[in-house]
Each structure stands twice: as structure tokens, then as C-alpha cells.
């Protein structure tokens, strides 16, 4: 069946080359498009339009039809000169008409008769509606992103577009939800779908953000797609070379240092020094037929830790220490037209980082984390378009990304030890880790190929109007290879400089009689890179059709269609024996509870396909221009948007992914370090079952009958010029998503899932939890595992009940530069609720839902973390006396919801009596009161620069720049608002117990402070 479907899909695509100018409109280009009429309101065909630009080799022509209708497309970003020519009128030069990114500029020309040979220069601002699209969409030129004071990357411009704070969270959209398209490639990490090409800022022409609306040739975009075009040579020499440097006497600390100590603060992440060197250089290397364009990049920074010198329980000394990093990487792109039917872009890209350690904060030792030796991203992008005739075109691209990162410890550590050799420690009541910390050795590599054929062709006067249409074919293959290793695999809980946790933990002399002495954890991992590598391989084929109709240059329809299917699997796996203690632990425990030992060699046959889905995706936009002038557009737009499928999703079922297990310890010959099982005794923690790492078991973890998460997504909007150069618009946004898939328990032997609470395997209980400072008494009914429970396996599957909405209102206005300033800025009144997060950590396929009943308590309303309810967003660029530039950004959120939580666990009575599982879910943590009732603090922060520009017409131009971040100093103080903690209630339907609230809360600890410095940074820059 699934096929069949994409067998038609095909042939619907392929039937159109028969009945399908070059130039019309992709991804990363743009289109004019108008009317010419004489004095008399008499439309006039046979006029030539011709237009030039130093974004374009050469010039493009196009004559009008017997309705007086032209078409220029597939025009480079940039501004351009249109020339309209007809014997016996005028000749009419409209200049400054500015073409961006996948929009589309629709003029209006009227044409005096005259019997003499005349041209008339007409200047007039360039139209700053799109009275044809139906997207929501804002656009970044670079003029703007040159100025204004932004961090330099591409995923802080995304959040210069309305109502989004984060680029990982994009109206209601999840972490993965994001799309980035550079040059007509997905430029995605193909692992975990954020962004995976590192372009630098000086590279963009311009930037594309689409919050809604987006036609059937953008696929996979349920949050919002970031359209990028970089920038191109030309028939003159241009370049740039800029720095930046900052230095620590160049930042303030808002808040002094001994008031840090005193909150038990480190110092913030103050550079020592930062600095950054690029450089572009292009121009022809042959005049109208090929373009060359190059940059370069090179940065260094060293920065304060924020580590306190401390020695370990251990008795070894950590010193201070400074993080230091660097980075290099280039860019090239060829563009070539060898002839006017023809055209040809190549573009190449890399980018590695180094880290000498990524060790961060008071609690964190130098050798305690990996380094970036190096973290490098690679992409590389071609494409091919020809013109078939002057109604249709066919443009063929092909691509490829990588990202890889070779993650190793410290060598040389700090201490001199060699760190594969050495356990990982952390004491949970200090929080310090020492040994070799919180990770192992990492390798990672994330490549994706991709290719695809695009055909557009225009058809005037047919069925009542003038449409384009558009069909393409995508094809696009992922893949995830993941290490992790380290000849040790020992975490080692301590407690308050004790190696016995549970002594510590429950002030005891000895074992306690239950738990023993301590705790520890072990990693299931190779020794090697090689002998620990979990994989996962994705492939997504597409196919789309789309039209847009235009009816009396008024009504544009624009309809498509999009088919989208996606599989992935799991190839065949080789884990060696585990390092240190971990075999015969393993052998002590795991074996007699499960019949395997998985720190003993695992080798596997793979699966494919382990998850696979495909959906189609109709989408509907209307478009109507109010009075005819193309000054006020009406938008609707209706459709459906499918979520990606990304290699770590599938690679997390792998089971060589790293996870560990938990193993209480009675340490017999109480020499305080876990010795090999036989000397020490163990008893597993079982959280989670090891059967899950069995291929008879994980092979079956996906429901075979999954289906596509997508969202169904509503916009309304209206924008209008309110006068030259200047555009408001209000628009209305409401999405819903389907399909929320994630893992949920499930019995394999009744093949029923069981996360349910009327399931069969959950004993409710009700309790009050106390009154604690603001905080009234809550009342709750919860609920705990019965001991006939199966085995806490889980499947991944559709979530019934599990759901995600995101409504919204934007008001939104943008002023071009001219007459000496700009400005543009939104103002968003929204809400994200349901009962999912959407957050990096809950992405993965394994989060909150269906793990147990309790995700059913008090887990709808305002998402933590994601909802702000009111955004603001100002920025622009103003000219001073003395010829200097002066630009802000000021932007103001509301806080976060959040709602108070208790970790409850079960009196052992009563579950004795009611059949309640103590060793596998003692407790559970549950909302005691609505979800997302309560706000943390408003945050509002303001950025300037003030820039000095020295014109040498000979030479080019010199500039000097300060940038100013955090002008005011505001700082944000973090600190726990939750009073958390744990309930130990004496019975069922009672208030009586034992409370005790989170230490931080109760200490009121200050964790950290946002803000904490204002930061000054000069640049320098040269343009010829």
C-alpha cells in the first residue's frame, strides 16, 4: 500500500514535465511580477520588461501577455533596475526595487503615449507587501543583520522573528520542529534535527522565518523553516575583513564578587579574551558567466571557569583552571551560467571547534568532562537549473552534511592521571564530581545525502486565471554513529564525602539493612570506539504538488499536496566485554534476575525496518489584495505539517547507546572502593529491565502500526504598507499536534500496553501534602505499581491522550532603511498548553508520557519552560550627527510557568497491604497542584552599538563599532521557587507524615543568575 502511494505520487510529478520560464520561484530566490497598462486603464501586451541587477548575470527579459501580464523569476536576492519598453509610450525605469528571499513583488506600471523616443525614471519604494504568498513569514536583508547588535549566528536571528524566544521552540513547535534550509539544502543534524551547518554571519544575503503558512514544497516544518541564502560573487571585486575582540577588563560583573561567594556562586563565564577574524572575498572570473565567492574564519576565546579550588574525598587537589577554544573554517561557491538556459551553483563549507575541556561551574574539575578535538561540520550543496522554454524550468540539487565530533577526556588531565583508567564520582550532597566525572569518551558521526528535482511551470489564462505550478521529488538518507567508551565504567555515589551513600545519606554506622552500604552505577559500554559504536540509518522519500492561482491579479489561490514517507532502522551490532568490575556484577545479578549478563559481549543482528510511517499533507492558502494596488494582502492559510524523523530517535533504541545500571553495594571488605563481585556484594536496581538490551525484545520496543506525528495548523493575518517603506500586519496563528509519539509500558506477553490507571496494574492513593510558607496544603490522588505488574518494559507508540496547542495573535511592523533610519519590531499574545513537552530532553521518544499512571496527575495546562505569554520584540538603526550609526535590540518575555511537585513514597503498610511494588517504585513525583498555574520573573534586556563608518571612495570603507550587551545590567537572580522535596505520609487518605522540602528551597540557594555581566566589544571592519 505504502507503495502504491508513493508510486502515484511519482507519476503525478513526472505526468507534469509533459503539460508543465525557467525562473520561476525556488526556495532561495525571488520573482517580479505585475501589470502594464496604458493611461486609459487599457491593459498592454507585447511590452518588454527588462531587468538588471548586480545580483544577476547579464539581464532577463520577459515581453507581456495579451492581458498586459510579465513574470521575472528565479532572481537572486538583491535590488534591481526594471526597464518597460513599448513603441509609441514612454519608456519606464522603475529603480531600488528590492527582490527578497522567496517572496514575490508584484508592480503595477502605467505607460503615457508619446511620438517621440523618451524614458522616464521613475523613483518609488519598492513594495513591501507579498499580495501572492500565503506564508507567514519575516525577512532578515543583511543591511539589517550588519547592524544591529545580535549574537552572530543564525540561530539568534531566528529569534528576532515574532513571539519566538528560543530557536528550539518555535510557536509551540518542539526542539526538533525547527528546519534550516542554507542554499537549497536541509541543513539539519541529521542525529537530532538542530541546526547542523555552521555558516558564518558575514556569509547571509538574507534570512527567511517561517512561523506558519508554508506551501507543499517545504516539508517537516511543524515549529517553523529558516530559509538562508548566502551570498554570491558579482561582475565587480567586493570584500570584507572584520574582527572583534573582547577582553576582561572590557565586562562588568552587575553584581559584586563577594556578594557571589556569599550566595555560593562562582564567578560567571567572564572571557579573559575573545577574539574573531573573518574575511570575503568575490567577483568574476569570467564577466556574466562565472562568479566566484570565498570566506574565511578564525576565532579564539579563553574563559574563566568559575571552578573553586577544592580536594576530592579522594584526597586529590583540583586547581582553577581557564576553558580555552578555538575554531577555524571556510566557505567557497562557484556560480556559473554558461548560457541563458542554464545555470549552475556549487558551495562548500567546514567548520571545526576545539575545547580543552568543556568543564564548567564551582562543581565541575578540569577533567571531569570531554574536550572538542575537533566538533566540525561540513556541508556541501550543487544544483543545476534549465530553462525549457519560457513557461517552465527544471532545477536538480544535491547535498550533503556532516557532523562529527571527536569527544575525548582531558589528555593530559589535571591531576596526571589517565583518565580511561579512572571511576567516575559524584557526591549528591555537595554536587562535586571528581574522578573522570559526569562523561565518558564520545565519538559521533552524523552524516545525511541528499538530492532532489524540482519543475515549475506557469500557465496564463487557463481555468480563469494564471497559475504555477510546482512538483518535486525528494530523497534524503540520515545516519547516526554513536561511542561511547572508557576501560572504567564505575560511577561511584558519595554523600557528603562519604563513599558509602546510604551510611551518609541515613547518618548509619553500617549497611542499611535494605540497601547496604552505598550505591553505584555502571556503564553498558565497550572499551573502545570501535567496540561500542551504536548506529542508525533513516531514509525519506517526497513528493509534492502545489499550485498557485492567481484570478484579475486579485485572488490567489495556493493549493498543494505533499506525500511524505519515512523509515529507519537499526543495523547490526558488536559490543566488547565491559572494563573494571562490571562483568562480574553482572554476572552476580543481572544473570540470575534476567538469564543474560549484557556487560559480557553482545553482538546482534540489526532490524529494518524499526520505525516507519508516511502521511500526506494538503494545504490551502488564500490571498486577496483589498484594493488592487498590491498595498494590502487578506491571508488564510490551512494545512497539515508532518514532524521529521531523526537518527537519535531510532539510534536511543539501539542497544549500544549508552545507559547504566544502578547497583546497591555492601562493601564486605570495607576498604570503601566497589571490588569485584565475591569479595563486595551487590543487589540490582532495576528501574528499568536489562531485556530491554535483548534483540527478542528491543526488535519489538516500536509498534509496527505507528503513525506520523503531525500538526493540523490554522493562520489568519492582514498586512498592509501604511505608508512607502513601512509595513504592519497583524496575523493570527493556532496549531494542534497528532500522533505525539513516545515510549509507554507495555506487557509483551497480553501485548497490552499498562500506563493507564484503570489498567489494572495501579493502586490509587490519596494524600495531603502539608502547608509550607505560601504554599497552601494540596490534596492529590496518585497512584503506585502493584507487584503483579510485568516486567517495566516499554514500547514506543502513538499516546493516545498525549497532545500539544499553541494559539496566538502577532502585531508586527518593519521599516526599511531609508531617510536614515529603520526599525522593525512584534508584539506576540500567546499560549502553549497541553500535557508534553517539547523541550531538548523530551524529544527522544522517551519522556513523561506512558511511563506510568501518574503522568495523569494534575499534567495539563500552560507548558514549564516553553509558554510565554506575552513577547516583545524592537530593534533598529538610526543616523547620528557626525555621520554616526547608532542600533538597539530590546526584547521583553514573560516568565515561564511552572507548579508545585512532591516526590511521594508509598507507607510501607499500606502497601504491603494493597499489593504495591516497593522495590521497584518506592515512590513517584507528581504536580499537587495544576500544571503551569504559577510564573517565574518577566525578563527584559536591551543591546546597543554605536558605529563609525570612514568612506575612501578609492579603497572602500572603514569602520569602527562598540557593541554594548546587557545596556541596563539588568541580572535575574535563579533560585529554587518549587518547595519540591519529598512526603512520607503515614497512611492512605491522611495528613499525617513527614515532609521535608528541597534543601535548595528551603536554604532559599541562589543557583545562578542570569545577566550577570555587561559586556563590551569592539570591531573593526573594511568593505570595499
Not at 500535557?835 to 495523569?856: E, F, K, R, S, T
Not at 525578563?939 to 550587551?965: A, C, M, P, W
Request: with cysteine; proline share 5%.
Amino acid at each position: 500500500m505504502k507503495l502504491y502511494k508513493m508510486l502515484l505520487v511519482t507519476v503525478l510529478c513526472v505526468a507534469l514535465v509533459s503539460a508543465l520560464f525557467a525562473q520561476g520561484t525556488t526556495q532561495d530566490t525571488g520573482t517580479i511580477r505585475g501589470t502594464i497598462k496604458d493611461t486609459e486603464g487599457s491593459t498592454l501586451p507585447g511590452v518588454t520588461i527588462t531587468v538588471t541587477s548586480p545580483a544577476i548575470m547579464g539581464t532577463q527579459t520577459a515581453v507581456t501577455n495579451e492581458t498586459g501580464a510579465f513574470r521575472l523569476s528565479l532572481l537572486r536576492v538583491g535590488v534591481y533596475s526594471l526597464t518597460a519598453a513599448l513603441q509609441g509610450f514612454q519608456t519606464i525605469k522603475r529603480e531600488n526595487i528590492y527582490v527578497g528571499l522567496n517572496a514575490t513583488v508584484t508592480l503595477n506600471i502605467e505607460l503615457t503615449p508619446t511620438k517621440i523616443e523618451e524614458q522616464v525614471t521613475v523613483v518609488a519604494a519598492s513594495p513591501v507587501v507579498d499580495v501572492k504568498s500565503s506564508t507567514v513569514a519575516k525577512y532578515f536583508r543583511s543591511d539589517l543583520l550588519q547592524n544591529i547588535p545580535i549574537a552572530r549566528d543564525l540561530g539568534t536571528i531566528v529569534t528576532l522573528a515574532p513571539g519566538v524566544v528560543s530557536a528550539s521552540s518555535i510557536k509551540g513547535g518542539t526542539a526538533a520542529n525547527t528546519i534550516y534550509h542554507v542554499d537549497g539544502l536541509y541543513a539539519n543534524d541529521p542525529d537530532n534535527a538542530q541546526l547542523g551547518a555552521n555558516v558564518d554571519f558575514n556569509m547571509m544575503e538574507e534570512v527567511q522565518v517561517m512561523t506558519g503558512g508554508m506551501p507543499a514544497e517545504v516539508g517537516i516544518a511543524t515549529g517553523g523553516y529558516v530559509n538562508a541564502v548566502t551570498r554570491s560573487g558579482g561582475n565587480k571585486f567586493t570584500g570584507l575583513l572584520q574582527t572583534f575582540l573582547n577582553r576582561e577588563p572590557w565586562t562588568t560583573i552587575v553584581v559584586p564578587e563577594d556578594q557571589l561567594r556569599a550566595m555560593g556562586l562562582a564567578r560567571p563565564n567572564v572571557n579573559v579574551f575573545s577574539y574573531d577574524f573573518s574575511g570575503s572575498f568575490g567577483g568574476p572570473i569570467f564577466k556574466d558567466k562565472l562568479w566566484f565567492f570565498t570566506n574565511g574564519r578564525y576565532g579564539r576565546s579563553e574563559t574563566r571557569s568559575g571552578f573553586v579550588p577544592w580536594t576530592s574525598p579522594k584526597g586529590v587537589t583540583y586547581t582553577d583552571f581557564n576553558r580555552k577554544n578555538w575554531n577555524w573554517g571556510g566557505f567557497g561557491k562557484l556560480t556559473f551560467q554558461p548560457s541563458k538556459n542554464l545555470r549552475v551553483t556549487f558551495n562548500g563549507n567546514y567548520r571545526a571547534a576545539y575545547a580543552n575541556t568543556r568543564a564548567n561551574g564551582i562543581f565541575m574539575p578540569f577533567d571531569c568532562t570531554y574536550t572538542d578535538d575537533p566538533w566540525a561540520n561540513t556541508n556541501a550543496f550543487g544544483s543545476v537549473t534549465y530553462i525549457i522554454d519560457p513557461n517552465t524550468f527544471i532545477e536538480a540539487r544535491v547535498g550533503y552534511l556532516e557532523v562529527s565530533a571527536m569527544l575525548k577526556l582531558p589528555d593530559p588531565s589535571q591531576t596526571g592521571a589517565d583518565l580511561n583508567t579512572v571511576a567516575h564520582n559524584y557526591d549528591r550532597f555537595t554536587y562535586y564530581w571528581f574522578g573522570t566525572g559526569d562523561r565518558t569518551n564520545e565519538w559521533i558521526g552524523r552524516p545525511t545525502v541528499q538530492s532532489s528535482i524540482h519543475l515549475t511551470r506557469f500557465q496564463d489564462n487557463f481555468l480563469g486565471g494564471d497559475h504555477e505550478v510546482k512538483a518535486g521529488l525528494e530523497l534524503n538518507t540520515v545516519a547516526c554513529n554513536w561511542s561511547d567508551w572508557q576501560e572504567n565504567p564505575l560511577i561511584q555515589y558519595w554523600y557528603n564525602g562519604s563513599p558509602y551513600y546510604w551510611r551518609g545519606l541515613y547518618g548509619l554506622s553500617g549497611p542499611d539493612p535494605l540497601h547496604g552500604d552505598g550505591q553505584i552505577g555502571l556503564y553498558f559500554m565497550g572499551t573502545t570506539r570501535e567496540n561500542s559504536m551504536a548506529k542508525s540509518r533513516g531514509l525519506r522519500y517526497s513528493g509534492y504538488l502545489q499550485d498557485s492561482w492567481t484570478v484579475k491579479n486579485r485572488l490567489t489561490v495556493n493549493f498543494g499536496l505533499r506525500y511524505d514517507y519515512t523509515r529507519g532502522w537499526i543495523p547490526e551490532m558488536n559490543k566488547a566485554r565491559t572494563g573494571g568490575i562490571a562483568y562480574s556484577v553482572g554476572q552476580a545479578t543481572m544473570y540470575p534476575d534476567f538469564g543474560t549478563n549484557l556487560f559480557d559481549q553482545v553482538s546482534q543482528q540489526g532490524v529494518d525496518p524499526f520505525v516507519k510511517w508516511d502521511l500526506f499533507a494538503p494545504r490551502l492558502g488564500i490571498t486577496y489584495d483589498l484594493f488592487g494596488d498590491g498595498r494590502t494582502a487578506l491571508k488564510l492559510h490551512m494545512g497539515r505539517f508532518s514532524d521529521w524523523l531523526f537518527a537519535s530517535f531510532i539510534v536511543s533504541y539501539n542497544p549500544l547507546r549508552l545507559s547504566s545500571y544502578t547497583f546497591d553495594w555492601w562493601d564486605n571488605n570495607g576498604n570503601g572502593v566497589p571490588d569485584e563481585a565475591g569479595i563486595d556484594a551487590y543487589k540490582g536496581v532495576w528501574s528499568t529491565s536489562p531485556l530491554v538490551k535483548l534483540r527478542e525484545y528491543w526488535s519489538r520496543l516500536a509498534d509496527k502500526n505507528l503513525k506520523a506525528t503531525y500538526d493540523d495548523q490554522i493562520t489568519l493575518g492582514i498586512d498592509h504598507e501604511l505608508f512607502p517603506n513601512f509595513r504592519i500586519g497583524v496575523g493570527y496563528l493556532y496549531k494542534k499536534k497528532n500522533n505525539i509519539i513516545d515510549d509507554a509500558l507495555y506487557d509483551f506477553n497480553t501485548s497490552s500496553f499498562f500506563y493507564k490507571p484503570d489498567s489494572g496494574y495501579w493502586v490509587p492513593f490519596t494524600t495531603t501534602v502539608p502547608a509550607i510558607n505560601q504554599f497552601p496544603a494540596q490534596t492529590v490522588t496518585m497512584y503506585f505499581l502493584k507487584s503483579s505488574a510485568p516486567q517495566l518494559l516499554n514500547m514506543l507508540t502513538n499516546i493516545p491522550d498525549a497532545y500539544r496547542k499553541y494559539s496566538g495573535v502577532d502585531i508586527t511592523f518593519d521599516k526599511r532603511f531609508t531617510n536614515g533610519w529603520q526599525v522593525g519590531g512584534s508584539v506576540t499574545i500567546s499560549k502553549t498548553w497541553g500535557n508534553i513537552a517539547g523541550d531538548y530532553n523530551n524529544i527522544w521518544g522517551y519522556a513523561l508520557p506512558g511511563n506510568n499512571a501518574n503522568w495523569y496527575v494534575n499534567n495539563d495546562g500552560r507548558l514549564p519552560g516553553e509558554d510565554r505569554d506575552l513577547v516583545i520584540k524592537l530593534y533598529g538603526t538610526f543616523n547620528l550627527p557626525f555621520g554616526i550609526l547608532s542600533s538597539f535590540y530590546y526584547n521583553f518575555y514573560t516568565g515561564t510557568p511552572w507548579q508545585r511537585s512532591v516526590t511521594v513514597y508509598a507507607p510501607t503498610a499500606w502497601a504491603n497491604a494493597n499489593g504495591v511494588d516497593l522495590s521497584r517504585a518506592p515512590s513517584y513525583t507528581v504536580n499537587i497542584e495544576p500544571q503551569g498555574i504559577r510564573r517565574n520573573y518577566t525578563y527584559q534586556n536591551i543591546d546597543f552599538r554605536l558605529e563609525k563608518d570612514f568612506s575612501f571612495k578609492k579603497i572602500g570603507t572603514f569602520s569602527i563599532y562598540l557593541d554594548v550587551y546587557n545596556l541596563l545590567g539588568n541580572f535575574y537572580p535563579n533560585y529554587t521557587t518549587n518547595p519540591g522535596g519529598t512526603w512520607r505520609p503515614t497512611d492512605n487518605s491522611v495528613a499525617t507524615g513527614t515532609y521535608a522540602a528541597a534543601s535548595t528551597f528551603t536554604n532559599r540557594t541562589v543557583s545562578s543568575i542570569s545577566n550577570l555581566t555587561r559586556v563590551f566589544r569592539f570591531s573593526l571592519r573594511y568593505v570595499f
